[in-house]
Antibody, heavy 121, light 112 residues
């Protein structure tokens, strides 16, 4: 059974940093691309970042480019999102998700339960 | 502002059929890229409902079906049940954007 468990969320001041983790189990972690998707309170879904299975390629939404860094440790079956220079508009629930499909047809087959990041003074 | 537009809300009585549209353009749905659908029950994480236009993951009831025509896609729920009350999002790929996918604006389904 695929399981994804995020951790690391919390309250942080504007300009601060936070690192999210996502522990994966139930599948061959290194064989799959992974992504982070966020949802601001009462808003829709935003695909924030993604990383290939071997970490050879990454993606960042324009809204977080230059401030967020996605990485993975395939020996620990763990996905990370390092967030710096946080802004109030980064306040959201952050979900990690397992990517399926292929180029032009990626979809998110499994999601974690999410971790809340609140940026406020 | 998403490139995939959904109606903010749809509603129906138990047992009825409701449809949710996902309107795109020639750089996404109209270009032939697959459309996927997610269901988000209140207070929970999204869950994959339909992938590749019309395929259901194991465990998803066949009351849910997807289709595509031109630059739009649709999710149909037949035999609407109280537990179907949720937010629904479409997702596809857009060749004019740099990301692996883009979500629709989301639709709240209310069971009357």
């Amino acid at each position: 059974e695929v399981q994804l468990a995020e951790s690391g969320g919390g309250l942080v001041q504007p300009g601060g940093s936070l690192r999210l983790s996502c522990a994966a189990s139930g599948f061959t972690f290194s064989s799959y691309a992974m992504s982070w998707v966020r949802q601001a309170p009462g808003k829709g879904l935003e695909w924030v970042s993604g990383i290939s299975g071997r970490a050879g390629s990454t993606y960042y939404a324009d809204s977080v480019k230059g401030r967020f860094t996605i990485s993975r440790d395939n020996s620990k079956n763990t996905l990370y999102l390092q967030m710096k220079s946080l802004r109030a508009e980064d306040t959201a629930v952050y979900y990690c998700a397992k990517v399926s499909g292929g180029s032009g047809s990626y979809y998110l087959g499994y999601w974690g339960q999410g971790t809340l990041v609140t940026v406020s003074s | 502002q998403s490139v995939l537009t959904q109606p903010p809300s749809v509603s129906g009585a138990p047992g009825q059929r409701v449809t949710i549209s996902c309107t795109g353009s020639s750089s996404n749905i109209g270009a032939g890229y697959d459309v996927h659908w997610y269901q988000q029950l209140p207070g929970t994480a999204p869950k994959l409902l339909i992938y590749g236009h019309s395929n259901r993951p194991s465990g998803v009831p066949d009351r849910f079906s997807g289709s595509k025509s031109g630059t739009s896609a649709s999710l149909a729920i037949t035999g609407l049940q109280a537990e179907d009350e949720a937010d629904y999002y479409c997702q596809s790929y857009d060749s004019s954007l740099s990301g692996p996918g883009v979500f629709g604006t989301g639709t709240k389904v209310t069971v009357l």
